[in-house]
């Protein structure tokens, strides 16, 4: 991991190499980052099938073995099913509908030359930071609109930001070679991120080095979302394989899998109580995972939404869902009953990015048509109203398709 020089009011920024001399073939090529008896090799795709195949037992093929991993993937879908007794809106029929449900534009957040691909509220509740396609990353003061701080990073399409918990340092992850598409900090030094090449990676800000690498998907990872519970030693991620993982960050293993969506999964969110997430994905559906349960238990679709959700978020209490779509709209889901309670326009093109603030009083929404809006009026007497017990609800955790990690870490 090298220190890259550093950008206007850019503390510094790291980069992954992946590509290489392959430690087997020597070419240079694209590398995957594996263990050989907890030693790190460095092996292109090729070397790595190659190896496999070497250890193949005798009349075993990948062929037999993909059948045999597909056979293993059926039974595990049918002992789920066994415990598949109940839907969620079943359980939840008799509770009382909730009632009719309006928010307005409150503040326009004018400033991005190009479209707004991620924001991220600070948890003091009054300051955002977004990132856009014009390569600046833009701290807000959400009560007069007023730009508390604008940094041109040295790159187009900065994918993703986050502030740190403490509220003094803001990361971003942008296309600059190799590119991250999700990044959330943990605490002031502690950062981590999902990209392009399939992994996730916690890394320490202070020197730079990787700390733990996650491997479990086969294609680009596009959102992560941290577990809410103090010690948040688990998180979820979605990927382009239509997957959504569960990681445990003290082992590095994916302890939980979901395989459901028919599309790629573009976000997931967990549900307040660190019991469940939601995801998102390309095929116009969201859905929501109980981990308890260990499996799907809600499906939010209707016939009439065709474009696919690009990221969702849960209020306060966990009672209503709110998925952007690439049509415009914001659909409102009662997350118990699965019924769609309200839809939002304003935006003039694809929303990217959803974010309720901490205290649930206000909610933002990022757009392609280079700005954010906030609403405010209604939620906060929902969220006042709904704090029901969830009954086995869940919480959840890009667009390029590149390789390797890249983000620089801001101080506002």
Known sequence: VQPQPDAKMC????????FGPCDNCSQNKPLMNIYLKNEPINYCSLCVEMMACQGLAKGETIHTLKAE????KSKLEEERAKLHDVELHQVAEKM????QFVMKTRRTLKGHGNKVLCMDWCRDKRRIVSS????KVIVWDAYTTNKEHAVTMPCTWVMACAYAP???AVACGSDEEKSIQYVVLLYVFVILTSSGDGTCALWDVESGQLLQSFHGHSAD???LDLAPSETGNTFVSGGCDKKANVWDMRSGQNVQSFETHESDINSVKYYP???AFASGSDDATCRLYDLRADREVAIYSKESIIFGASSVDFSLSGRLLFAGHNDYTINVWDVLKGTRVAILFGHENRVSTVRVSPDGTAFCSGSWDNTLRMKVKGLAVVIGVLHHPVVSAPRAAGELRNIGHSFPVIYS
């Open 11 to 18: 503390d510094q920024t790291f980069l992954a190499i992946t």
């Open 69 to 72: 991993s597909e056979s293993l």
């Open 96 to 99: 009382e509908a909730l009632g």
């Open 132 to 135: 856009s396609q014009d390569g």
């Open 166 to 168: 403490s509220g003094c």
């Open 221 to 223: 990872v596009l959102s």
């Open 273 to 275: 109580s660190g019991d």
